[in-house]
């Protein structure tokens, strides 16, 4: 079983410092979990994204099961030793990849009714098989099935339908992982649904926290489906103040459709309302774009500008790429080069060592600053440096308001409403 201990809290958010420890070691809490979509982090070994401190990442059941298929992963010993990876893994339920990908499919209370991407015969995707995937993948966190609505959704029956079928899913879910034999080493989270109305998921906050001695820890899901961000800060803060403090909290899918480059205030605004974890397809997606996060904001290396740039990404950062002098002038220059041949380091993996450093810097920052006691200067600086030039989203404003740290005072920088900043990356990607 998962061992969790709380380590510090602030005293003005409610943001906390903890240690996750699982099969695979301690992952530090709060923390951002890459996604390694097919088992691998694209241009990067096992070795590498270790080397970069990461002691945690998610992998896609989805994925995994169709390449390279549950009976490769079982005879391999499941994902950790099929991929190289020695450390912690997450795993979806492959129920959320499964609606937005396949050609059709239908919820019974059974499963999810989809078309089988190998024959297009019906399948049946039940709480019980996900978990048993999950299980032949072997990851130290594992999902339970939930019945997803798109966040915009206004059919409220179907979202209070969608709720409740969750709880009745996650016994499902429980059940066969307790008779599976596989608590000692693998974990269930739950995940709470109830869509953009507050009382369902106070609701469905309320019946699965009943679970809690048959789950590691809570996710809130069915979020970042493009609702307005006020909405979403307002309901990840409600289900936060009413889970229980001694589980890990997972916000799920943090700028998965949307705007992302304000990725990293989301990661920031979680956790001072008290998130833990949150898994991000940011640092490496944005990458392959020639996007590098910085702390004055993201810079677009493909940009003519940084032809005769010759200075890092960023002359503090400890990665590989930056510490052995990568000019963005160079990084601009392969950039060309990228699809003729790649030889040496490409630009894909520099830029995504950076962003997976920067990433890590930021949550590593941030669990310092509450175990020192000073979040709140730390959550200041980091959004005047960042938001300096383009201003303020003002729902970052008013969801830091929430927790008593008021981003205006004494400052002088402007709030924009609506998706809010633009930098160079949102005109260019
Ligand atoms: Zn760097």
Redesign the pocket.
């Known amino acids: 079983m998962a061992h969790f201990e709380l380590l510090a809290r602030c005293p003005t958010t409610r943001a906390r410092v903890s240690r996750l420890t699982l099969a695979h070691g301690a992952t530090m809490l709060p923390t951002f979990m890459p996604v390694a979509t097919q088992a691998a982090i694209k241009g990067l070994t096992p070795q590498q994204v270790e080397s970069l401190g990461v002691t945690l990442i998610l992998n896609n059941t989805y994925h995994l099961n169709l390449r390279p298929g549950i009976k490769v992963l079982s005879e391999a010993g499941g994902a950790h030793k099929f991929q190289g990876w020695n450390k912690n893994l997450l795993t979806d339920s492959g129920g959320f990849q499964l609606v937005s990908l396949s050609k059709f499919t239908t919820i019974t209370e059974e499963g999810a009714l989809f078309e089988s991407p190998f024959t297009g015969e019906p399948t049946m995707l039940t709480p019980e098989e996900s978990i048993s995937i999950q299980h032949a993948i072997g990851a130290d966190i594992i999902m339970q099935l939930d019945d997803v609505v798109p966040s915009l959704t206004q059919d409220r029956a179907r979202v209070e339908e969608a709720m409740e079928r969750s709880v009745r899913w996650l016994d499902r879910c429980i059940t066969h992982h307790n008779l599976s034999g596989k608590r000692a080493t693998q974990n269930l989270f739950a995940i709470v649904q109830g869509g953009l109305d507050l009382e369902l998921r106070d609701r469905c906050v309320t019946q699965m926290v009943q679970r809690k001695n048959d789950v590691a820890g809570f996710a809130i899901g069915g979020l970042s489906g493009g609702e307005e961000k006020d909405v979403f800060w307002r309901i990840v803060k409600q289900c936060i103040d009413k889970l229980p403090e001694d589980r890990p909290r997972y916000c799920m899918g943090i700028g998965f459709a949307e705007g992302s480059y304000i990725i990293q205030s989301n990661l920031l605004v979680c956790v001072a309302l008290g998130v833990d974890m949150a898994d991000c397809v940011f640092p490496t997606r944005t990458a392959r774009f020639g996007v590098a996060l910085t702390h004055n904001g993201p810079i677009n290396l493909r940009l003519a500008k940084y032809a005769r740039d010759f200075e ?3 002359s503090s ?1 400890p ?1 590989p ?2 510490v052995e002098g990568s000019s963005r002038a160079m990084l601009h220059h392969i950039i060309g080069r990228e699809t003729a041949a790649a030889q040496g380091r490409s630009l894909l993996v520099s830029v995504t ?2 962003n997976i ?2 990433q890590a810097r930021i949550m590593g920052g941030a669990r310092d600053a509450i175990m020192g006691g000073t979040f709140p200067t730390y959550l200041r600086q980091f959004f005047s440096n960042y938001f300096g030039d383009v201003g303020y989203p003002e729902w970052c404003v008013n969801a830091l308001r929430s927790v008593n740290v008021d981003l205006l005072e004494g400052s002088d920088i402007k709030v924009v409403s609506g998706k809010g900043a633009k930098w160079e990356y949102s005109t260019a990607a």
Request: hydrophobic share 35%; proline share 9%.
């Open positions: 890092p990404i960023d950062c990665c790429t930056c060592i950076h450093v920067f």
